[in-house]
């Protein structure tokens, strides 16, 4: 899957940078309904691929410009990310965007619906985030050690329940 998903990014952007197809086209070309699940996975297990960037954002703007997913962040589920000082944050937390997107495409009857979406964002997340901890040892974020566990021992869904408020303690 990643050497024909990098194949093709690889053909788009000569293409693109050759000037025979307008930046703002590469999202149709590359991201959509078709392609949303194994372009999340992907980003999942190569968070730092070469490529990486380039997917994640324009999937990101898909997200962002599609009708079929609902975008729904509670910033109590990421605390303490995003932040500067943080490193990997901005992926993680597109990463949790783009995952509760392609669960949304994968599985329609779920658009909207709360906790189903949220858990799998998070799941997605802690997936990339293990990639990432794989990578760089020094990149870990106790939070998310917490969520890893509780998703290793099944109680996931009841972990993220309480954060699930639109505003945080201080």
């Known amino acids: 899957m990643r050497r024909k998903m990098l194949a093709a990014l690889s053909v788009a952007l000569t293409l ?6 307008a930046q703002a086209e590469l ?4 991201v959509s309904n078709a392609n949303i699940v194994s372009l999340s996975q ?4 190569y968070p730092l691929d070469q ?18 997913v609902v975008d729904i962040v ?23 965007v783009i ?13 909207g619906k709360l906790m189903p979406q949220q858990l799998a964002g998070t799941k997605s997340m802690l997936k990339a985030y293990e990639s990432l901890i794989a990578l760089d040892p020094s990149a870990h974020i106790a939070h998310l050690d917490d969520l890893a566990a509780h998703e290793a021992n099944g109680t996931l869904e009841s972990a993220i329940k309480p954060l699930l408020v639109p505003k945080c303690d201080k």
């Open 16 to 21: 693109a940078s050759a000037g025979n197809v």
């Open 27 to 30: 999202t149709h070309l590359f």
């Open 42 to 45: 992907f980003l999942e297990n």
């Open 51 to 68: 490529f990486a960037v380039v997917v994640r954002g324009e999937a990101i703007e898909w997200e962002a410009k599609s009708k079929d």
């Open 74 to 96: 509670y910033p109590c589920l990421f605390k303490p990310i995003p932040s500067d000082s943080i490193k990997y944050s901005s992926i993680l937390l597109a990463q949790f």
């Open 99 to 111: 995952g509760s997107a392609a669960f949304q495409i994968a599985n329609p009857s779920e658009k």
